[in-house]
């Protein structure tokens, strides 16, 4: 019997990158999955994907977390510790054949002595910004990637070898795609909807600068509805009584969601008309329909030959409050301008569309555990 471990050492949004792979490797005969978990929210996610496709039950457990380790998340506001969770838990994972993960962090397993597995890493996202292509990716026997974007990057990198990766398109779409949806309309007036998706990304965010001018400027006109739904990591370490009161900003026209499920399950970019944000990969999900999109350079950045930065090219790029709204009157007309662009990035981003991407990758883990 090989043992597959999935660990989702990060926070509970991850499980949509990744449930749906557990639940279509535990059909293989000879193949047992546990699930591990760091994010006290997370069986909630996994238990909602698999009720959703169906599978069957896969033991769940939360990560052992030593003293020092349940003292320092005791501190929301300092994070999830995951390094320190990852070591409390070094000698229970080392006895599995292999880790599947999503989060890039993992890669300090070997450095804590989890040294037998395989370890197989599954980006959380396809986007552009640096971050998703660091050193740490190196550290993985396996990388699965949803397209030809990412691999070629990492190629290009020595992050990735021709041989220990693989192609299998985004997980997410097709998980987020049978998942139910239905709470009826998400406002009481059918208008264009705006989702303002700020990423959280200290010097990279646009939502210090952006989000109360927007707030203000949207409360004074009818043309749209706005949906305010940033990062899920926004808001993961500030009290329920700070999200009460940002969620409290909404109206007739403006939704402002600190963290519920549908910052996670793709509701929103599938509602909305046109898109707002900075650097979150959640605009290629947007754009798996092209639609118009308006960026937000709210550190004035040299963004045009960055790679980190290619979104920016699928649509107008704002760099002050006043020409947002402006921007956003404008985007509709404008979006022939990027549409072919959309087109060509969404593919290379996305990758394969067709059904099962989930299938993909559990065939491929269930073959490199056979090597």
């Not at 909630?44 to 896969?58: D, P, T």
């Not at 506001?77 to 962090?105: C, H, P, Q, W």
């Not at 450095?111 to 740490?136: M, N, Q, S, V, W």
């Not at 921007?327 to 087109?343: C, G, K, P, T």
């Amino acid at each position: 019997m090989v043992e597959v471990a999935f660990l989702y050492i990060a926070e509970s949004y991850q499980c949509y990158h990744a449930a749906a792979i557990a639940l279509e490797l535990a059909k293989y005969d000879g193949v047992r999955v546990t699930s591990f978990y760091n994010d006290p929210e997370t069986p909630y996610h996994l238990e909602r994907v698999r009720q959703a496709m169906g599978g069957a039950e896969i033991p769940c457990h939360r990560l052992r977390r030593s003293m020092p380790t349940v003292v320092m998340q005791s501190i929301r506001t300092l994070g999830m510790f995951k390094d320190m969770v990852l070591r409390d838990n070094a000698s229970m994972l080392n006895r599995y054949d292999a880790i599947v993960t999503v989060e890039d962090t993992v890669a300090s397993a070997r450095r804590l002595g989890i040294t037998r597995p395989k370890l197989i890493y599954i980006p959380h996202g396809c986007g552009d910004r640096a971050r998703g292509f660091t050193e740490e990716v190196r550290s993985f026997d396996y990388v699965l990637l949803p397209g030809q974007k990412s691999a070629r990057r990492m190629l290009a990198s020595n992050l990735i070898k021709p041989d220990n990766h693989a192609v299998i398109g985004s997980v997410k779409l097709e998980t987020c795609d049978i998942l139910p949806h239905g709470d009826g309309p998400l406002f009481p007036v059918a208008r264009p909807t705006v989702l303002y998706n700020a990423h959280k990304a200290r010097g990279l965010s646009s939502w210090r600068r952006f989000v109360k001018p927007m707030l203000r400027q949207f409360a004074d006109q009818s043309e749209f509805n706005l949906i305010v739904a940033p990062h899920t990591k926004m808001f993961r370490r500030r009290s329920q009584k700070v999200r009460d009161r940002w969620n409290g900003l909404g109206n007739a026209t403006t939704l402002v969601d600190s963290g519920s499920n549908k910052c996670v399950d793709m509701t929103y970019t599938n509602a909305a008309d046109i898109y707002v944000g900075d650097v979150s990969s959640q605009v290629y999900e947007f754009l798996n329909t092209p639609r118009p999109c308006v960026f937000l350079n709210a550190h004035n950045i040299a963004w045009r030959d960055d790679p980190s930065f290619q979104h920016w090219h699928l649509g107008d790029v704002v760099e002050t409050p006043d020409d947002l709204l402006p921007a956003i009157r404008a985007a509709e007309a404008r979006h022939a301008l990027y549409r072919a662009r959309q087109e060509d990035m969404a593919g290379r981003s996305l990758g394969d569309r067709s059904p099962g991407a989930a299938r993909r990758a559990a065939t491929i883990i269930r073959d490199i555990l056979r090597t």
